[in-house]
């Protein structure tokens, strides 16, 4: 027999070899006490080339974790050649340590092979279609949940949460108005000074105030706030109800009798709700300030004209068709934050990733109920 290691305490022997296949004594202890011992054993072992493997422990004296941690170091080395690799005599401490550690292996080193491409990405596409369901579903199942607080509202209002309700609505608005006044003002401005610029080819220039007002009114204004409230409220919406989540919180509040949706989600979408449309209206005001301020330093267009050509170009359908939009725009931006955050885990890189996905999803899908209503809009000839 040919041992592989020369130390007493922890080797393999190799016993018996038929072609391709061989089989192995573990012997001695493997311990923590011989694990730089060991280390060499899993080195001599790697690369010897056979295609079966057969581990005999019936010679083994010890066993513990870290010994054996380094046989299966050896076994998914082996396994990542092509090898294929068992055990015998095997007794039933040492049975249970070894699953125990295959368990844990298998999840962290993962030594199977990859799946072929055509195969990966249909399980992929699978995957995908599937928890697309099932968070279409639990978005139905937590707007039922909403509908259902908001009827309880009405038939008892003694158990309103106003000041919850005021506290998320100058959390969501009032701070937010610095951020959407700047952001919109700047973009009207540039909108405007590149229509201009881009009319003044065919002497069109006082046109860009046209241009500006129905755009900034019907979607542009709504829109920008949305994308901004997606990013700014939704994604803290997210990060507070995952953190709950992840500190049992929620858990608690329903062990004391408390409904999570009363207390928790329907006082912050109720506030998106209220406060969306009026930051839109600011948008708007801040935007057609902007472009004001643009098309007189560029062209040197008035106050007057400017304010005369928005009242003829704007009809209050245009503007209302933006106002609107903003209850919808918020309805989904706040059940898509509350959604990820209920499915956060217990670990700060499950928060990090709904948080994004939640930012990620909610303006996706603000842009597709943009494109709804403008269907809609044609549609009626507005």
């Not at 380094?70 to 690799?85: D, H, M, Q």
């Not at 937010?176 to 220039?205: D, K, R, T, W």
Request: aromatic share 8%; net charge negative.
């Amino acid at each position: 027999m040919d041992t592989l290691t020369d130390e007493n305490a922890g080797s393999l022997v190799l016993a018996a070899v038929e072609g391709s296949s061989a089989r192995f004594h573990v012997t001695g202890s493997w311990t923590i006490r011989h694990a730089s011992n060991l280390e060499k054993t899993f080195g001599e072992v790697s690369g010897t080339g056979f295609k079966v493997y057969d581990f005999c422990l019936e010679q083994t004296s010890m066993l513990d974790t870290s010994g054996a941690w380094i046989l299966f170091r050896i076994i998914g080395e082996l396994e990542k050649k092509g090898a294929k690799v068992s055990f015998s005599h095997v007794s039933d401490d040492h049975e249970i340590l070894l699953s125990a550690i295959r368990e844990a292996s298998d999840k962290i080193h993962n030594f199977s092979k990859e799946p072929e491409i055509h195969a990966g990405f249909l399980k992929r596409m699978t995957k995908s279609l599937h928890d697309g369901l099932l968070d279409t579903f639990r978005l139905i199942s937590l707007l039922g949940a909403l509908v259902a607080a908001f009827g309880r509202r009405l038939i008892n209002p003694s158990n309103f949460r106003l000041a919850s309700l005021v506290t998320h609505m100058m959390r969501t608005g009032l701070t937010a108005v610095p951020i959407i006044v700047l952001m919109s003002f700047v973009i009207g401005a540039i909108i405007a000074q590149q229509a201009a610029y881009q009319l003044s080819f065919y002497g069109a220039e006082p046109m860009a105030v046209d241009m500006v007002a129905v755009l900034v009114t019907r979607d542009m204004g709504v829109l920008l706030t949305a994308i901004m409230i997606s990013g700014r409220s939704g994604s803290a919406y997210t990060a507070e109800i995952g953190s709950m989540k992840m500190r049992e919180e929620i858990d608690a509040l329903k062990v004391i009798g408390l409904d999570p949706v009363d207390v928790l989600l329907f006082p912050r979408i109720a506030a998106l709700i209220l406060v969306l449309p009026i930051l839109t209206v600011i948008s708007d005001y801040a935007s057609l300030l902007g472009a004001q301020l643009a098309l007189w330093l560029y062209i040197d267009m008035s106050w007057e004209i400017f304010l005369n050509r928005t009242r003829d170009a704007v009809p209050l359908a245009y503007f209302m068709m933006g106002i609107i939009k903003a209850p919808f725009m918020a309805l989904i931006i706040g059940l898509i934050a509350m959604s990820e955050g209920l499915k956060v885990k217990g670990s700060s890189e499950s928060l990090s990733k709904h948080t994004t996905t939640s930012v990620v999803k909610s303006i996706f899908l603000v842009i597709v109920i943009d494109g709804i209503f403008a269907v809609i809009s044609a549609s009626l000839g507005y």
